[in-house]
């Protein structure tokens, strides 16, 4: 009885042991994320696609009404509102600024197109002006990750009425750090609020 007690405790074990193993292979493994942004701004339309490795995780149309931006895909059309004062803020800002810290960039595309056919001096001019904000972006991209591919383009468009904005991403993070960065945003902004609380008591 005792020797199989010892098969089964054993069995237990090593089945204990893989499941843990698997967790933790999970956990460190990167994971590749693609990003695709674009959007057509005489048109208002456009779209946005997130996928891991080949797997598609989140594709919505989109376009500007007013303050909101309907986001529409085969489950429906919601709407959000462009508020900058909503109380998530500033957890959404934590946690963002904590993930870029922690991913690896692997490349950046940056792609505009722009055109007035009535007004080749605007359409140089403008699309000069995207060029060097383009040219910027990167440098401030590359002071933040060195490791990163960053390649961008503007391109005048003289016999067209056309305004188009293209971006695209890759990088990869582990699911570690994606849990460190939301446990560390939490308390950030857990302090933060604490201070704004105890700034407001002591001022009355």
Known sequence: MNFEFLIKHTKSMKV???????????????????????????????FVLASLFCFKLLFYKMKVEGLNIVLKNQNGTKTSKIDMKTQNIDFINAFQL???????????????????????FTTAMVGGGISMLFSNLKIFILSKK??????YKSMPCYNLDRFNVMIKSEFFITLFDVILSLLIAQIKVIKKRRMKNGQQLSSH
Do not use: M
Not at 36 to 46: L, T, V
């Open 146 to 151: 060195s490791e990163a591919n960053c390649y």
């Open 16 to 46: 204990l042991i893989i499941v843990l193993l698997v967790i933790l292979l999970l956990l460190i493994l990167p994971l590749k994320f693609k990003i695709h942004f674009f959007y057509n701004i005489y048109a208002n339309s456009g």
């Open 98 to 120: 904590q993930v870029l810290k922690r991913l690896f960039l692997n490349n950046v595309t940056l792609f505009s197109a722009f055109g007035s056919k009535e007004d080749a």
